[in-house]
Nanobody
Framework: QVQLVESGGGLVQAGGSLRLSCADS????????IGWFRQAPGKEREFVAA????????DYADSVKGRCTISRDNAKNTVYLQMNSLKPEDTAVYYC????????????????WGQGTQVTVSS
């Protein structure tokens, strides 16, 4: 089991950058692929990016491709989401989640979610 905690959100102007972190205190982190998701007010939660257990495979939503980079440090039990060229439409609560199957993360159907971290991009 993993217990993921998101951090790194904040208020930033359009065009700025943020790096989000998804950390796990457990001992099985490296056995899971990790995905980032976001939910804007009044909208459904959507997939943002995913990374495989080893870090060799990544996947991005079209809306963030070229602006975001997902990476992981298994020694630190942490996955990062570097977000550049932020836009007001990136404003959302960002969540991470884990799955043993990389390809399932894009679907994003999970029973349990953490508290997330708020990202607000001002115009």
């Amino acid at each position: 089991q993993v217990q993921l905690v998101e951090s790194g959100g904040g208020l930033v102007q359009a065009g700025g950058s943020l790096r989000l972190s998804c950390a796990d205190s457990g001992r099985t982190f490296s056995t899971y692929a990790i995905g980032w998701f976001r939910q804007a007010p009044g909208k459904e939660r959507e997939f943002v990016a995913a990374i495989s257990r080893s870090g060799y495979r990544t996947d991005y939503a079209d809306s963030v491709k070229g602006r975001c980079t997902i990476s992981r440090d298994n020694a630190k039990n942490t996955v990062y989401l570097q977000m550049n060229s932020l836009k007001p439409e990136d404003t959302a609560v960002y969540y991470c989640n884990a799955d043993v199957i990389f390809g399932r993360l894009r679907v994003g159907v999970y029973d349990s979610w953490g508290q997330g971290t708020q990202v607000t991009v001002s115009s």
